[in-house]
């Protein structure tokens, strides 16, 4: 599934979503908005983002898809 296709609406606490930049975050919260969602990433190229385990402000367009 493509981000054109995203219905960030649906997406749910506990749902895996994969980046642009090929990072894979869980989400975390979904305000309902349509335009961000909150979540921490479980696997990313910059390894200290996924030891942080903060939980980061993901724009709708910085998402590819989600993963499955």
Do not use: C
């Amino acid at each position: 599934m493509d981000s054109e296709n995203l219905n960030l609406l649906s997406l749910q606490p506990g749902d895996k979503v994969v980046l642009t930049d090929g990072a894979v975050v869980e989400i975390t919260d979904n305000p309902g908005d349509g335009v961000w969602v909150f979540g921490r990433y479980l696997a990313h190229p910059d390894a200290a983002k996924v030891e942080a385990a903060e939980e980061q402000p993901i724009f709708a367009q910085d998402i590819q898809g989600v993963q499955r």
